[in-house]
């Protein structure tokens, strides 16, 4: 009894613990410079009264001293006199920031404004405690802050390294810390360039980061207050009104915080671009230069700029303004005259440098093919990382410059001959061969070991192909009979349907295997002539061009006409039907066909595709063909251009019109895939036949048409033969069950079927209850619906498909599809089976509770009810009797 006791005091206890009131100010002491602006704040917490406080502020000289009292944020004359003037300026005030929180604010600090201020809350609570005031001292030093930059150069070459050299001191009276920071102002933006201090940490600006972390901008600390920053590599983007920053920090509560700050303009810059004073100079040893076969070409690059040393070069010599050699930035000499086509034309050429702004070209063994107009091209770059940035820099191209040409000649005999260009074989129509002849005649002056190449040049016509006229480049072959296809030809030639050979030593062929109309046009061979260099090399010496020649034949669209016809007639059901197609082409040449046997039950119904065969004779059935009757289809191709289809065991069903769909393939060459030409439908051709097979009927019949949930629901479907009834096992049925819903239900749902061999098939449902189909007899099947519910009310019927054997044929024959009527079901809802279960886990509940309740209250008043000061009986009843 004494421990509950014991535990309900402490609970009280801990219940009745209330909060006290707190006031905090501005962590301090707090260091602040003569001149600048004060705040400091005053807040209170876990107080009682109206949620709005007022706040009293008071200071004193020295910690104990003489207090003054400066501002309240309730009584108007609460300031001291010597304090008034200052009050009504607004170089003193107080401002409210929440409902419990104020800011006092001096906006110029003087020094006999140091001392101790203290907040004060005038109590709002009922019971007094806690805190109701709070102090923080305020150490006022004198603004010594001096920022002296050096000032800067007005102009200064692109490439250059800019020096900004700033002076920033104070007196250290207290401990106080410095920075500086160094920006740059580009019309209204000014954009930070780099920050140092206050605690020796470096800061930069997000658009010099990088430039930074390359080494593009250095920070040189000096002595004295002396700061060094160098940017390197400056560029037209450097450009702008340089300033310096310096600012004065203390160090409170664990953050930085400015008591003074002062910027100095360092002046404006700008950068003068390289292109300005870049200049570039190509010179030869004679003007103009004659050179003979063989000899060595030498051609001087000169190159002079006020800021040479700071940028990097990339040197390239061109000839007739195409790029022959060039060294980039790194020194490293690419040669642009070492494959392809460029081969044939120019000699090998080298690059070196000979000193500053020096660079030499020489050719050796110059052919013909050399001359032209030499210029000399200059790129100047600058690392934007700068020097030191260990070519982890990015690069900025400053300028770039061409120096006057210097003409070049070759002295060379060039051999001469006569080009003539003749049709060995024209098309008359589209998929053609076509050839034509290049023949070389009257050479004259062609050297020892020379030889001839020729390149193939094909002009569309208008309206055929490209539009407007342009001009293809086929292919060529060079002085050492090497094939060079261009791209729009490489395919064509690879796979054998373009070829370009040479027939006789003075005679090319260019041969289509099958002419495609964009292959009409005029066509043009240019024939050149090659000869040995001093290095061994095969050289082109000239050029002759034959004319024209047009190729084009009359395009008539192609054609197709399709016949179909009977060859064996279907009479009675189960006989076989036959029939051909022949295909009559115009302005087609070799082709691929592929059909489509396609039928209709009348000439209004939809239209079916039964088979179909590719241009390859890759034999398909279409969406129509039943798969069990697929062996009794065949579509073969029993001509160059006719097909026969043949249709074995006729059926009721398959009465209608049939006919052929047949499209014309083409291929531009071995390989590619087909192109369609043209199509064309045949005649159609009937099946037509009656068939006097007995006849049918189909009814639906259920015993019950409501059951109590999970109860088990049976439905016959009753079938019935009359007129020339066949045999029980000369009789089968395809049997479906449908369903539709009572309550949103307008299409019928497929539940079942049961196939003529017995197979069952049953849909996916989203019920619980399961389902079967049964066959009594031959002419009845049972639909039994197990564990049935809610979900499963609604209307049932069935279909029925019959299959007799007939006695005529000996064939299975497909009757009409029947359809029964509809039948109804509902399943009902059991009240009693609903509630029992909620009713009898009431009663439990009920009960637990109760049982619960009552061993719950012997339990308390044995531990809370017990007489403790009841004195119990001694056990010696002679000894009671005698004091008694």
Known sequence: MDHCLLTLALGLLILGECSARVVTVSPGPLVRVEGQLVSIRCDVNDYGGPREQDFEWEMSREKM??????ISTFDVSYSDSTLSKRIASGDISVVRLKDNEAELKIAEVKLQDAGYYKCHTPSTDVDISGNYEAMVQLTVIPNTLKVSPQMLPQVIPEGSDLTLSCNVTRELTLPTYLSVTWSVKKGATSEEILTFGPQGDVVTGAKFAHRYAGG???LVPGRNGVFDLVISSVTASDEGIYECNGTEWTHESGKWVKIVE???EMGTVGVTPTGRSLSVKASSSSTPMLLSPGDTLTLLCSVAADNLPALTLEVSWLADNREIITMDRSGVV???????????KRSEASLERTGAGEYRLGVRGVSGEDGGLYTCRIRAFIEKGGHNAGGGGRWHMAAEKLSSAVTVKVSEIKPNFTVTLEAALIPQMTAEPTELACNVTNIAQLPLGGRLGVSWEHVTLPGIGDDPQTSHPIGSLDGNGNLLPESMYADRLRSGALSLSRVRPSTFKLRFLRTQEVDMGQYVCTVSSWSVSSQGDMVKTSEVKSSALTVRWDTKRPTLNVVAKRVREASVGGATFEMSCTVIKENLGEAGYSVLIQSQESLE??????????PDNVVQHGGATDPNRRDNLVLTKSGPEEFRFRLAGVQLSDRGYYWCDITAWTKQQPGQAWTKATSSESNKVQINFEENGPSFNIAVHSDASSVYPWETAKMECLLSVSGSSPKTDDLAYDVSWFFTRLRGGQTAIHVASIDRFGILRTNDRNSSSDLSIERKDTHTYLLNI????DSDSGEYHCTATPWYLSASTGAWTEAGELTSGRVFLTVKFAVWDSLKLP??????ASLGVGLFSLILGLVCAQCCCRNTTHTPRSRNKLMDLEMD
């Open 839 to 844: 009713l009898l886990y009431g009663a439990a």
């Open 786 to 789: 197990f564990g049935t519910q």
């Open 216 to 218: 593009g901008i250095r």
């Open 65 to 70: 001293g003489q207090k003054i009292k400066i």
């Open 334 to 344: 690419i040669s642009n005259v070492s494959s392809g086509e460029a081969q044939g």
């Open 262 to 264: 002062r910027a100095k």
């Open 605 to 614: 119904s939809k239209v079916r595709t039964i088979m179909t065969l590719s």
